[in-house]
């Protein structure tokens, strides 16, 4: 628990010249799961965990992107599963693609990781869990990619939750 | 059409169940395309202490850094009586990244020194309810599961393992004892059904 608080109070932000707006955090479960309990009451979170080179998850990041941007009452948190040496190649990817929120990669053993954020994940990517606005709780989670559909009839149910 | 049936058969294969511990191997007379050029089945693979199914392939990341464990491993168990096999279940990369000759040239670079055979129409995927590689399946010398999941705790450095999940449930196998951890998780790539 301590070296967890540690490790989220020294999460490594790194900021580029002129690229204020993409915030990365380097972090393990239980510091994410600490930054998605402080917006109880505040937003409905998606938790989305991808990877620079996994194709199902790029192919659905944009839409998801777009969501974060016209849903208000929604908080998206993308958590990159790329290994250290791809940092630089994360950064320039949430660049690219506009993401200005809160931003983390994993840094931790991969099995205490899955465990972490959710017991039932295989730890298949993409990896989507949707947490609700006021109970702070999961509302819905899913391996694999999915339909904008489905996603928009998650996050409906968040923001109600 | 295509399009919806493919969805489909991906939704089923995300909700399939993976091989619980105890199942009996499934498929065992499923011809696959080895790097050889012959075919073979797990039936022709299995060893006399055991079994080890790898789904694998080319270019997955994970697959990439824990790669010289596979080998390793075949270095210290095959001749101990455990057959090993990595099974490519990308179907839908066969005419590109996961192709024969992609895989005869992978398996050269790595120094793979186990069947490397691709799975026709991802059947073995199907019937294990594999959906990602690198997975281990590890079976008894009654073909039965014993173990599943990672191969150690580490994918990016064979130095810093702390846990050897897959060679602890083999050299407990092979002395007969309790596995005790029977399944691990890890990250990984989708495999890519047709």
């Known amino acids: 628990m301590r070296n967890s608080f540690l490790q989220l109070f020294f999460s490594i932000f790194i900021f580029f010249p002129g690229c204020s707006k993409v915030d990365l955090a380097v972090s393990d479960s239980k510091g994410i799961l600490e930054y998605v309990s402080s917006l109880k009451g505040e937003k409905a979170v998606l938790l989305n965990v991808w990877a620079t080179w996994c194709v199902p998850c790029v192919e659905e990041f944009p839409m998801i992107v777009e969501l974060g941007k016209e849903i208000e009452e929604l908080d998206v948190v993308f958590i990159s599963a790329d290994f250290e040496e791809q940092t630089d190649a994360v950064y320039s990817f949430l660049k690219k693609k506009g993401v200005g929120g809160k931003s983390f990669m994993k840094e931790e053993k991969d099995e205490t990781f899955i465990n972490g954020l959710h017991p039932e994940w295989s730890g298949l990517l993409p990896f989507t869990i949707l947490y609700g606005k006021n109970s702070g709780k999961i509302v819905d989670f899913w391996e694999g990619k999915e339909t904008e559909t489905k996603f928009r009839e998650s996050i409906k149910l968040a923001i109600t939750q | ?194």
């Open chain 2, 1 to 194: 059409m295509k399009h919806i049936f493919s969805t489909m058969l991906i939704f089923s294969v995300l909700f399939s169940k993976e091989l619980e511990i105890g199942s009996s191997m499934p498929l065992m007379d499923h011809q696959l395309s080895d790097i050889s050029g012959k075919s073979l089945s797990l039936k022709d693979i299995k060893g006399k202490e055991g079994t080890l199914v790898i789904f694998s392939c080319n270019t997955c990341p994970w697959v990439i850094r824990w790669e010289d464990r596979y080998v390793t491993i075949a270095d210290a168990y095959a001749t101990k009586g455990i057959g090993i096999i990595a099974v490519n279940s990308n179907e839908d990369r066969f005419d590109g990244d996961d192709s024969m000759d992609e895989m005869i040239q992978h398996a050269k670079e790595n120094g793979y020194n186990f069947p490397y055979a691709q799975d026709p129409g991802s059947k073995l995927a199907y019937a294990f309810g594999a959906t990602k590689t690198p997975h281990i399946y590890l079976f008894d010398n009654d073909d039965k599961l014993v173990y599943r999941g990672a191969i150690d705790d580490n994918a990016k450095s064979a130095k810093k393992v702390e846990q050897t999940y897959l060679a602890d449930a083999i050299d407990a196998l092979l002395a007969g004892e309790d596995i005790s951890k029977k399944t691990s998780k890890a990250l990984g790539c989708s495999i890519k059904f047709k």
